[in-house]
């Protein structure tokens, strides 16, 4: 198709604002799906983000209209996912900023907006959701102007669910969003903004061409990993795959390689063909992740199967992020990065549906830079991997840069959750009279486990949370090392700050003692930094009326075979050894 009748357009909104029902509209208006084969969120494939009614990976999706080609991307709304936003942004010339007409500007709306506006994308502003009785237009309409510098009349009013707006929209998309740039005859480059593998036809990739073409078999050539395959097939997705003769400068579609890795069509790499010399395209910066996790599987048998399906995973998830990891107690396993909490709990589950495994997970942790005396630095991603402290010059840990955006009478129990998160507050602004955003730092390590919860629990679920990672700095930190019946369990360390390891400490061992079990000994939990121990929390052992049976007035009688049960249970202790189960080294996710 001629460029001038392309139009590459991605949606962004705050999680759960309708970017997926707009979506739907959109494929259902423009005849690309049939009536009977709609369904809710039809560019949500995944089993997961249909039952958690959230956008995990992007989708993009061509769409015909009068004679123009749309090029959709659907992108995800919540934090942990932003990557997926920022690679979206760079493939397309516009973006649909979808807001909830009741719920307004939310955190993620402003990332995604910064997003848009250094990407330098058209942005078109929508109100979603007009036909609900709680929908606010005129309060919601100013934010968008203050928030945009648009004019009330640029904004869209639409119902994502009753279709209301949404042929209005396409019009204002073909008018306002431009053209590709590309150059049709210049030699070919494409910017690869997604890969996965498929078990029968191996990688594919979808991609944006910018200059040339691509035919189907061509050889193509990626710049960065320097790999060479043949593109089996190309074509667009209309969702299904669409098989056609060639992608052409401005298009979005996939191709079917020969590559046996997506490791070598990566994400963000420049496609062009076998024998041509081009300059690289800009691609994406590399994503560092910053909470991590141990995995293991709950048999040894099984760790075959984990590497494969983390390996396969990974292909997939370009943020995923993995290293073999070894623990005494729980064998051979993976250290994974995330990007978040949610992340590592979509991974959890895709591992445990999709490839069958039952895993053990351990406390997610950031990573740390360490200063020993020598004066060499090193890197660690766990609390066991900290050296010695008498090796320990400094110890650095990173901090986040934040944004909490909330009803203006909600400041006050903001700003003391921050506080308690060892966090200061930078700025308060504000982008109506009811609604304020507040910029803050934190140690990261203090927001991995609730502090999105305790956020929604005291701002009754109005408030909403984004970050981004703001530097390193050095801080009082210790490690905190838990003791099972005497035994130091690796697994378990935590790396606390100083002032809050005794609160950690016995918050921890209480938690320990409701998930390990009663053994025929008495256990001691017990917490400990250094050879000094600061909680202990006692599991009382079974107790079995050894006394049964014998006459009431032997009081002798009675004490030796108490005495004698006494003696069982020392020796027991001795030798005994306490099973841990598997929910005890995620013990500081579990809520109190």
């Given at each position: 198709m001629d460029q001038g009748h392309i139009r590459?357009?991605?949606?962004?909104?705050?999680i759960d604002h309708g970017k997926s029902t707009l979506a739907d509209r959109l494929l259902e208006l423009t005849g690309t799906v049939e009536k009977r084969q709609m369904r809710a969120q039809i560019l949500d494939k995944m089993e997961l983000e249909q039952e958690r009614g959230i956008t995990i990976k992007l989708a993009p999706v061509r769409m015909k209209y009068k004679n123009y080609e749309l090029n959709l991307i659907d992108t995800p709304g919540h934090v942990d996912f932003s990557y997926e936003v920022s690679r979206s942004l760079e493939a397309v010339e516009g973006a649909i900023l979808v807001v909830d007409a009741s719920q307004g500007i939310q955190a993620q709306t402003l990332a995604n907006v910064y997003l848009a506006l250094a990407a330098e994308l058209k942005i078109i502003p929508v109100l979603n959701k007009i036909d609900l009785p709680a929908a606010d237009v005129e309060r919601v309409s100013a934010e968008v102007v203050s928030l945009l510098g648009c004019k009330k009349d640029d904004i869209l009013l639409v119902s994502a669910k009753t279709g209301q707006g949404v042929e209005d929209l396409l019009e204002k998309l073909i008018t306002e969003v431009p053209a590709p740039a590309g150059q049709a005859d210049a030699p070919t480059r494409a910017l690869i903004f997604d890969s996965y593998y498929d078990d029968y036809r191996g990688v594919i990739l979808y991609l944006r061409v910018v200059d040339g073409q691509i035919n189907k078999n061509s050889g193509i050539h990626?710049?960065?990993?320097?790999?060479?395959?043949?593109?089996?097939?190309?074509?667009?997705?209309?969702p299904e795959m669409m098989p056609s003769a060639s992608l052409k400068a401005g298009e979005i579609g996939y191709i079917v390689t020969n590559l046996k890795t997506t490791r070598s069509g990566r994400v963000g790499d420049t496609v062009t063909l076998s024998g041509q010399k081009v300059e690289p395209l800009a691609g994406y910066k590399d994503v560092q992740p910053f909470v991590y996790a141990g995995f293991f599987p709950e048999s040894n048998q099984n760790y075959q199967a984990l590497k494969d399906a983390v390996e396969r995973l990974s292909l997939s998830d370009s943020a995923l992020q993995y290293a073999p990891e070894n623990s005494p107690v729980l064998g051979f396993g993976f250290r994974l990065g995330f990007l978040g909490l949610l992340h590592m709990d979509i991974v959890r589950e895709r591992l445990e549906r999709e490839y069958d495994l039952e895993l053990i997970i351990t406390n997610p942790s950031t990573d740390y830079q360490v200063k020993l005396t020598a004066?060499?630095?090193?890197?660690?991603?766990?609390?066991?991997?900290?050296?010695?402290?008498?090796?320990?010059?400094?110890?650095?840990?990173?901090?986040?840069?934040?944004?909490?955006?909330?009803?203006?009478?909600?400041?006050?129990?903001?700003?003391?959750?921050?506080?308690?998160?060892?966090?200061?507050?930078?700025?308060?602004?504000?982008?109506?009279?009811?609604?304020?955003?507040?910029?803050?730092?934190?140690?990261?390590?203090?927001?991995?486990?609730?502090?999105?919860?305790?956020?929604?629990?005291?701002?009754?679920?109005?408030?909403?949370?984004?970050?981004?990672?703001?530097?390193?700095?050095?801080?009082?930190?210790?490690?905190?090392?838990?003791?099972?019946?005497?035994?130091?369990?690796?697994?378990?360390?935590?790396?606390?700050?100083k002032t809050e390891a005794e609160r950690v400490a016995r918050s921890a061992v209480a938690k320990l003692k409701e998930v390990i079990p009663r053994q025929q000994f008495k256990v001691a939990l017990q917490a400990a930094i250094g050879g000094k121990f600061i909680?202990?929390?006692?599991?009382?052992?079974?107790?079995?009326?050894?006394?049964?049976?014998?006459?009431?007035?032997?009081?002798?009688?009675?004490?030796?075979?108490?005495?004698?049960?006494?003696r069982g249970k020392e020796r027991m202790k001795r030798f005994g050894r306490v099973d841990i189960p598997a929910e005890a080294f995620a013990v500081m996710l579990k809520r109190d």
């Open positions: 590459n357009f991605c949606i962004i909104a705050h990626m710049l960065a990993t320097k790999s060479d395959g043949v593109a089996l097939e190309v074509g667009s997705l209309n004066g060499n630095e090193i890197d660690i991603k766990s609390a066991a991997e900290l050296p010695d402290v008498s090796q320990v010059a400094e110890i650095r840990e990173p901090w986040i840069k934040g944004e909490i955006v909330a009803p203006g009478n909600y400041v006050g129990v903001v700003l003391q959750l921050i506080a308690t998160a060892r966090g200061r507050q930078k700025h308060i602004g504000y982008v109506d009279a009811q609604l304020a955003v507040i910029d803050f730092e934190a140690p990261l390590a203090n927001l991995l486990t609730d502090f999105y919860d305790q956020l929604k629990s005291i701002t009754s679920g109005y408030g909403s949370f984004n970050y981004e990672l703001a530097d390193y700095r050095t801080e009082d930190l210790v490690r905190l090392d838990f003791y099972v019946a005497g035994d130091r369990v690796d697994a378990l360390s935590i790396m606390v700050h909680a202990r929390e006692d599991i009382s052992a079974f107790r079995k009326d050894v006394t049964i049976g014998l006459y009431v007035g032997d009081v002798s009688r009675k004490k030796k075979v108490l005495a004698k049960q006494k």
